[in-house]
């Protein structure tokens, strides 16, 4: 049997095979584990204006919130390059929002080659926060 970090890494990689990165030809996949065990993927979505395009991260985790979801256990991002992908800055910041605990987050980076595991507490150790989390 699979182990759910293996489901959660097939999830974002099948999200990045919808990439819509006609500009940049950098495909990007990302899915969310939620504590009711639901899964959300999302993949990056490119526009001519750049500042409007969305990552992969953020658009799994709206896809969550916009099914009543809140509250994260883990996170899968997998990009078709040499080296595991971390999630830029503002995903890093989004996906502690929802993150009751950063420490317990296991962040997956994936590959053509390689994956490795962080925690989201060490991808952003000075996190901004400002709702309290229960």
């Known amino acids: 049997m699979p ?3 293996d489901d959660l890494m097939r999830c974002a990689r ?3 095979s919808l990439s819509y990165s006609p500009y940049s030809q950098f495909k990007v996949g990302a899915a969310v584990r939620w504590s009711d065990g639901t899964v959300t993927s999302g993949t990056n979505v490119e526009n ?3 500042p409007v395009s ?3 991260e953020r658009h799994a985790v709206a896809f969550g919130v916009c099914s009543g979801l809140r509250e994260l256990v883990a996170v899968a991002v ?3 390059v040499d080296e595991p992908l971390s999630p ?3 995903c890093r910041q989004v996906l502690l929002e929802f993150a009751p605990n950063p420490e317990t987050v296991p ?3 994936g590959c053509r080659g390689d994956s490795r595991e ?3 507490g060490e991808l952003i150790p000075a996190g901004f926060r400002t709702v309290p989390k229960p």
């Open 118 to 120: 962080m925690n989201l």
């Open 14 to 16: 099948e999200a990045a």
């Open 88 to 90: 830029c800055g503002a």
């Open 3 to 5: 182990k759910l970090n």
């Open 48 to 50: 001519a204006s750049y």
């Open 78 to 80: 997998w990009a078709d």
């Open 107 to 109: 962040v997956l980076m």
């Open 54 to 56: 969305v990552c992969a």
